[in-house]
């Protein structure tokens, strides 16, 4: 998903902070599930609203949950949901772990964004991406658990969107039969 970083230091070099926004209606990098089918995905305007209402959201260093960044619980996370955006603040600790992240940050090593979520709700679509067809998904409700730097920011294909693909194109199989059907039904009674 497309996002910037931007990393930011007192001038006392203590307090440092990397701020950075997760842009809605942003189609991702075409992805391939076990299957071999392409898909793309898009997170829809405030597809967080309901689970930020409801937990905390911690800031990870690269999913490692033995490297906290920061928590939402505490202030050191800060989020802003929008129509456009799910932005973000997080402090970064004086730890071992922030340290090193804040060197990697600040070299510009890392500067990508990923996260941590379940689908509670989606829906499957075909698109042209490149001028063939592909699946979309577009998550309309997700449960938003953590927000981390990372080096190659990508979202993990996981089972449920295997088999969430999996639903859709049997769907999409059936609508196509019923189809085929109706029309030789058509074509018998001309006859």
């Known amino acids: 998903m497309p996002v910037t970083l931007e990393i930011r230091e007192a001038a006392d070099g203590e307090a440092k902070s990397v701020a950075g926004a997760i842009k809605y209606s942003t189609e991702s990098e ?12 898009e997170l829809a305007p405030r597809a967080f609203e309901k689970s930020l209402q409801k937990r905390n ?11 906290v960044l920061g928590n939402t619980k505490n202030g ?7 129509e456009e955006c799910l932005g ?20 510009g090593d890392v500067d990508g964004v990923s996260f941590g979520m379940i689908v509670a709700k989606d829906k499957w679509s075909k698109t042209k991406h490149d001028e063939r067809d592909v ?13 981390s730097p990372v ?19 049997a769907k999409e199989k059936r609508a196509a039969d019923e189809y085929r059907k109706q029309k030789l039904s ?5 006859l």
């Open 30 to 41: 075409e992805m391939t599930d076990w299957w071999g089918d392409s898909f793309v995905e």
């Open 57 to 67: 959201v911690v800031g990870l260093w690269s999913h490692d949950t033995g490297q």
């Open 76 to 82: 050191t996370l800060r989020l802003q949901d929008s």
């Open 88 to 107: 973000f603040e997080m402090d970064i600790p004086n730890t071992t772990a922030g340290n090193d992240a804040w060197t990697l940050l600040k070299r």
């Open 135 to 147: 699946y979309k998904r577009t998550i309309l409700d997700a449960d938003l658990y953590e927000i």
């Open 151 to 169: 080096a190659f920011p990508a979202y993990p294909a996981n089972e449920v969107k295997v088999r969430s693909l999996e639903e859709f194109k």
């Open 186 to 190: 058509l074509e018998l009674e001309l």
